[in-house]
């Protein structure tokens, strides 16, 4: 089972920076979970929100999209730190560990992937996931050798994708056809899911379907330890020394 770190070690360091990924190595992680987003000129970054006011010092409401990578690098978040580039965190991470590169916005596998091999890294240390298939498509496409995980769903905005996603919550039966249904149409080897989601039921006929399980994001021992009796593949934690 894979000890994923969520966005780093977010329980000891501010989330999604280089301190939280040096944090997370420390722990002893087998991988690091951390959110690509473009800037305006297309560089990729390293921040899970749209936009700069629960990070940032000022409380801004500014969204990266709309910022230069010039414009970003100058933006103190709290405790001074700053938003890395991916390049800056791959060098820290390096091929030390993998890597759950979750792609928030779309268009942006091309970049990551350039990035990824700019950077040497060994694909078959990455995983790439995003709720956009297109997105995991376009990534195994350019690298075969990268594993992909369709994220059941974070959801970027309010769309009707959510409003099916609540149903398939409810109704045992249309879950686990629909949600097999998008992993297969996006070709993912794995399903990032909420942890409170599954059930032994659930993880072994995903498994059944040749779908492997990470579950997101379990900070509690107890539910820690139920999630590995029904044998998921993947726990992303904001505390890594629990698993």
Not at 50 to 71: M, P, Y
Not at 79 to 89: A, D, H, S
Not at 176 to 204: E, Q
Request: net charge positive.
């Amino acid at each position: 089972m894979l000890k994923i770190g969520h966005r780093g070690a977010k329980a000891y360091a501010l989330e999604n920076t280089l301190t939280s990924f040096r944090k997370a190595l420390e722990l002893g992680v087998d991988m690091i979970e951390f959110d690509v987003r473009l800037t305006k000129d297309k560089y990729p970054v390293v921040i899970h929100d749209r936009q700069l006011a629960r990070l940032g010092k000022n409380k801004k409401f500014k969204r990266i999209s709309h910022l230069t990578l010039h414009e970003i690098k100058k933006i103190k978040m709290k405790g001074g730190e700053r938003i890395p580039t991916l390049g800056e965190v791959l060098n820290v991470i390096e091929n030390k560990v993998g890597m759950d590169i979750e792609l928030k916005v779309k268009d942006s596998a091309q970049i990551v992937v350039q990035t990824l091999r700019e950077h040497h890294i060994d694909f078959n240390n990455v995983m790439i996931s995003t709720n956009f298939a297109k997105e995991l498509k376009m990534a195994e496409e350019m690298e075969p050798q990268i594993t992909t995980a369709l994220v059941f769903r974070s959801g970027n905005s309010l769309t009707i994708w959510l409003v099916l996603d609540f149903l398939a919550i409810l109704f045992l039966p249309i879950t686990m056809y629909y949600i097999s249904w998008l992993v297969k149409n996006a070709n993912a080897n794995y399903l990032n899911i909420n942890h409170r989601f599954l059930s032994k039921k659930k993880v072994d006929m995903f498994h059944a379907k040749g779908i492997k399980i990470c579950a997101w994001t379990v900070d509690n021992i107890k539910k820690i330890n139920y999630l590995k009796s029904l044998g998921v593949d993947g726990i992303i934690t904001n505390y890594p020394d629990r698993l």
